[in-house]
T-cell receptor, first 115, second 106 residues
Framework: GAVVSQHPSWVICKSGTSVKIECRSL??????MFWYRQFPKQSLMLMAT?????????EQGVEKDKFLINHASLTLSTLTVTSAHPEDSSFYIC???????????FGPGTRLTVL | QQPVQSPQAVILREGEDAVINCSSS?????VHWYRQKHGEAPVFLMI?????EQKGHEKISASFNEKKQQSSLYLTASQLSYSGTYFC???????FGGGTRVLVKP
């Protein structure tokens, strides 16, 4: 089946620093990847759609200058949380579109803790 | 707008059945169902693409009523491994429902 990896699995950083999270599709190519954020005991909220070779599409209320997305190749998308603050602490999950039915395959997630 | 799921949580004894409902105020062109275990990413269960479609995987099945903009997930003869949070996802814009927490006890 389609496998998506994320790195790192967890990260702890100081307030004001930037953190980069990588999302890779390991055995398929994904022209579209998605970034979600999930707070404890809440549902996943779509942050942005990452398109290979073009600018990401951000959901309403998501600051594009704070959450930088780069989709440099058909197997890699990165999310950079710039100037992270404690309220950015969350579980960040990426997914990749694996076919014509829009089935999403999720990465294992990255738990970000900003001190 | 987020699909609405009900119930929000359910506790079952092993072997019991449960139904999770998902409804949308907007047109549903497809519905995905995922299950998420605590601290893990969601795992794809199934996708329903057409009104009236029903699908199943082992003893978990789902139906899709496109006209009513609703889908239901059926857990039959539940197993301990069925515990987790179930999400319906509107295929229109990959909008996750609020989730239904399922706990299956021995």
């Amino acid at each position: 089946g389609a496998v998506v990896s994320q790195h790192p699995s967890w990260v702890i950083c100081k307030s004001g620093t930037s953190v980069k999270i990588e999302c890779r599709s390991l055995d398929f190519q994904a022209t579209t990847m998605f970034w979600y954020r999930q707070f404890p005991k809440q549902s996943l909220m779509l942050m942005a759609t990452s398109n290979e070779g073009s600018k990401a599409t951000y959901e309403q209320g998501v600051e594009k200058d704070k959450f930088l997305i780069n989709h440099a190749s058909l197997t890699l998308s990165t999310l950079t949380v710039t100037s992270a603050h404690p309220e950015d602490s969350s579980f960040y999950i990426c997914s990749a579109d694996a076919g014509p039915t829009d089935t999403q395959y999720f990465g294992p997630g990255t738990r970000l803790t900003v001190l | 707008q987020q699909p609405v799921q009900s119930p929000q949580a359910v506790i079952l004894r092993e072997g019991e059945d449960a139904v999770i409902n998902c409804s949308s105020s907007k047109a549903l062109y497809s519905v995905h169902w995922y299950r998420q275990k605590h601290g893990e990413a969601p795992v794809f269960l199934m996708i329903l693409l057409k009104g009236g479609e029903q699908k199943g995987h082992e003893k978990i099945s789902a139906s899709f009523n496109e006209k009513k903009q609703q889908s239901s997930l059926y857990l039959t003869a539940s197993q301990l491994s069925y515990s987790g949070t179930y999400f319906c996802v509107s295929g229109n814009k990959l909008t996750f429902g609020g989730g239904t927490r399922v706990l299956v006890k021995p």
